[in-house]
């Protein structure tokens, strides 16, 4: 199973932005997914995740109301829709996958990974 993210780039403060990720190897269908981040200097952050027909997903109290989790289980892929960016969201950006039905929040819980794109919110 690979994980490849895309979509991370450089905007401004109050940008949007969405993350792709797609899943080969398996269908995405077989997997809870979610989205993580790291910031330079700091441990991986859950942001949100869903479960694997779409209709439980959460989020991390920093993102609530500004990022949206979707997924399209026909194409295999995962989004990641983040509106109103702040500095404080600049990060390498992960998804991941794990296989179950729990929709974990902990990091720990998931055992494939992506490689990670960089999204850098700055003025």
């Known amino acids: 199973v690979q994980l490849v993210e895309s979509g991370g780039e450089l905007v401004q403060p109050g940008d949007s932005l969405k993350l792709s990720c797609v899943v080969s190897?398996?269908?995405?269908?077989?997997?809870?997914m979610g989205w993580f981040r790291q910031a330079p200097g700091k441990g991986r952050e859950f942001v949100s995740s869903?479960?694997?027909?779409?209709?439980?997903?959460e989020y991390a109290a920093s993102v609530k109301g500004r990022f949206t989790i979707s997924r399209d289980n026909a194409e295999n892929m995962l989004y990641l829709q983040m509106t109103n960016l702040k500095p404080d969201d600049t990060a390498v950006y992960y998804c991941?996958?794990?296989?179950?039905?729990?929709?974990?929040?902990?990091?720990?819980?998931?055992?494939?990974w992506g490689q990670g794109t960089q999204v850098t919110v700055s003025s």
């Open positions: 991941a996958a794990r296989e179950g039905t729990i929709v974990h929040v902990d990091a720990n819980q998931y055992t494939i």
């Open positions: 190897g398996r269908p995405l269908s077989t997997f809870v």
């Open positions: 869903i479960s694997r027909p779409g209709g439980t997903i």
